[in-house]
């Protein structure tokens, strides 16, 4: 199968792009080519460099590779969405955008973004979805024409270009430029044997995802033809809390300290998330499961121990003096945790 990945280069492109290629498919990717440093990806991929609100002007360079499937890795806004399909009917068999979980209400009342009572329960892929159009403007500017709703809604609604979704959850592993885990395992380098977190925080479930297990989902997406006109969500069987997620990271790290939940009061402002923590964002994952036969191609400790050895060696550029270790050890003392 020829597939085309618009993106590619930086967090979970590069394992699809490699996934795809074990399975011995035909590979090109579209991007700017400005990802800072090498990246190692397998020989034979066809790379076709170019501005993505740009995408129309190259069509022929995308006729000429003929790709079955387009996999879209970052559709961010409604106009995202027209371009993408827009340039590919007629070029592609199918379109798989991949989406996130924020398009679900529970999200928006996560964030404080909507209104109403706290959602019980795991989300399924027929689970309301967000109201409020553009939810982020106003909030972050950068990201103000975000809006993954409208994003599958023009996906999904097109008339002769078949597509389907990937809803993805928090993802973690080797690439991650956000570095989800590298706070709590500088806590843990530094020696620390107390990790503090607000209660609400420390009891909240956010759903996670290990990137190649992730990329194994989105890959079963592209090349399965049952998946197409299909929207599936994808993560861990397992949804942990905050503080159960750092315990993970401690067992694999062998750290033997402990993670302490503390009383917002008892807590100064940093270390209080500004989150609606009764509000969990679990995923019932069982249609991917039952309708591609998707299962994790890795443990959870193994996903945990990879994650760990690239955010060791490769840190954040500029790493951050991340928590006040002076007021902690206050409020320890204080608490008579010390």
Known sequence: MKILLLGGTRFIGPHAVRRLAEGGHEIAIFNRGLTPGAV?????????????????????????????????????????????METFQNIAGRVVAISSVDVYRAFGRLNGIETGPI????????????????????????????????????????????GTIVRLPMVYGPGDYQHRPYPYLQQMRDGRQTILLEEGFASWRWARGYVEDMVEAICLAATDERAKGQIYHVGEIDCLSMQEWIERIGTVMGWQGKVVSVSATDLPAHLVPKLESRQHIQLDTGKIRRELGYKERFSAVEAMRRTIEWELANPPEDVLQLVNYTEEDEIIAKLGMG
Do not use: W
């Not at 501005?51 to 996999?71: N, T």
């Not at 689970?127 to 409208?150: A, T």
């Open 40 to 84: 190692s990806l397998p020989k034979g991929i066809v790379s076709i460099t170019g501005d993505r609100v740009k995408l129309g002007e190259y069509r022929e360079a995308f006729c000429s590779f003929a790709p079955d499937v387009v996999i879209d890795l970052f559709p961010y806004t409604e106009a995202d969405a027209h371009l993408l």
């Open 119 to 162: 959602e019980e329960g795991p989300l399924t892929e027929e689970s309301p979805l967000c109201e409020k159009r553009y939810p982020f403007r106003g909030i972050r500017e950068e990201r103000g024409d975000y809006d993954k709703v409208l994003v599958e809604q023009i996906v999904m609604g097109h008339e002769s270009l078949p």
